[in-house]
């Protein structure tokens, strides 16, 4: 799963840590989802769309895995 939580923050000039208060996790749990190190759960990619006023689609792009 990618995401485009960088992209959005930087366009709306708002800092990790200022992403990271608004919807309740560290500024760490943050920099590994921009890194593609973490997949948000469903009650955090919920806040994080929530917040920036876009659905969980616009915001994490769900990839099909090859079998």
Do not use: C, P, W
Request: aromatic letters at 8%; proline letters at 0%.
């Amino acid at each position: 799963m990618t995401n485009k939580i960088a992209q959005l923050r930087k366009e709306r000039r708002i800092s990790q840590a200022e992403l990271a208060d608004a919807v309740d996790v560290t500024r760490q749990t943050i920099i590994s989802l921009e890194n593609g190190r973490y997949n948000a759960s469903l009650l955090l990619a919920h806040r994080i769309a929530k917040y920036f006023g876009l659905t969980i689609e616009e915001v994490f792009l769900f990839e099909e895995e090859e079998e």
